[in-house]
């Protein structure tokens, strides 16, 4: 008998959140209930990074750990970066208008480029200081503190993770799985970090700004990363294969279809919007083979999540059927 895999826990609590936050949260054809996903990961994400923000740059300063004090800044990009993901999701959930008649799906990647410019300049930043400690060390005291805010830290940005990569899955938001990216990374950084510290009280005294600069390349490989998948996501990326069978299997499903050819995925984000060529008989009439292409772009539409689908009709003759 087959069973059904259990719920991980991460999944229960997102799905406790949407409950008690977002009526109909089942709905995420439904803009607004879509972009209240984004809210609440953004909302959790701001909390939590304000909150590792004090305590590592206080603790930092403290110590005179350039590693911490870098990952504290780091933590402050983050807070910078889930507001933006809750401003990208507020632009893109508006209606289309005359000037955007696909509607503003695309700025969710627009918003990911902006997080991506953040920690480029963040790394940057992060890496002058910790080369110039690198050449001149200064000391750092290693206390229990420290430990126990990288301990925290690593808990909690893993946990974030996990919970952005749940949300964006559920509503195929490329936004906040580059997010969820971005937290795990952060949450290898603090390990990173956590080892430099722990070099440091062994007396090698370079550790910390060695774990400095490997945090800027974790910071500089997290916005290539993000920053790769949503240009290729704005230049119009090909659309999977996947895709395209389902496109074809629903077109052929529909009675009267004798083939299927030229299909094109316009992907507006919480949009899609379908084009692909349909064959039906010859001595079919035009009102006929209307109804037909009718009923496939009802079928698409009732199929595929967003996606609206354009359909145009051809005699079989004209084609080799496939």
């Known amino acids: 008998m087959e069973t059904r895999r259990a719920a991980s826990p991460i999944s229960k609590f997102n799905t406790f959140l949407l409950k008690r936050f977002v009526p109909n949260y089942g709905d995420i054809k439904d ?3 879509r972009a209240t996903y984004g809210y609440l990961e953004g909302i959790l994400g701001v909390t939590i990074e304000v909150v590792l923000f004090a305590a590592k740059l206080i603790v930092g300063y403290l110590i005179g750990s350039i590693a911490l004090i870098a990952e504290a800044f780091h933590s402050l990009s983050d807070v910078l970066a889930s507001s ?9 959930k508006q209606p289309p208008d005359p000037e955007h008649p696909y509607g503003y799906g695309r700025f969710e990647a627009i918003a990911t480029l902006v997080i991506a410019v953040i920690l480029v300049v963040v ?4 890496g002058h200081e910790s080369l110039e ?48 990216a971005n937290q795990r990374v952060d949450s290898l950084a603090a390990i990173v970090v956590l080892i430099g510290l722990g070099g ?10 060695i774990a400095g600069l490997a945090v800027v ?20 990326r090909a659309p999977s294969s996947d895709l395209i069978d389902l496109i074809r299997y629903i077109a052929r499903s529909i009675s009267g279809v004798k083939g299927v050819h030229a299909i094109y995925v316009h992907d507006y984000g919480a949009r899609k919007v379908i084009t692909l060529h ?25 199929t595929i999540t967003g996606a609206t689908a354009e359909v145009h009709v051809g005699p079989a003759y004209e084609f080799k059927q496939r």
């Open 31 to 33: 803009s607004d209930v």
């Open 84 to 92: 933006i993901v809750i401003i990208g999701f507020r632009v893109s």
């Open 200 to 209: 440091v009280a062994l007396g090698f005294r370079r550790l910390d700004a």
């Open 278 to 302: 349909i064959l039906v008989n010859k001595d079919l009439s035009v009102e006929e083979g209307h109804a037909i292409a009718n009923e496939v772009e009802r079928k698409i539409s009732q």
């Open 133 to 180: 400690r690198l050449i001149s060390p200064t000391p750092v005291v290693v206390n229990i503190f420290a430990i126990l805010v990288l301990l925290l830290t690593i808990t909690l940005k893993e946990f974030l993770a996990r919970v952005a990569i749940d949300l964006g899955r559920r509503i195929e938001a490329g936004i906040l799985v580059a997010d969820s």
């Open 123 to 126: 790394s940057y930043e992060i």
């Open 217 to 236: 390349g974790f910071i500089l490989y997290t916005a290539y990363e993000i920053a790769r998948d949503a240009s290729s996501f704005l230049l119009g």
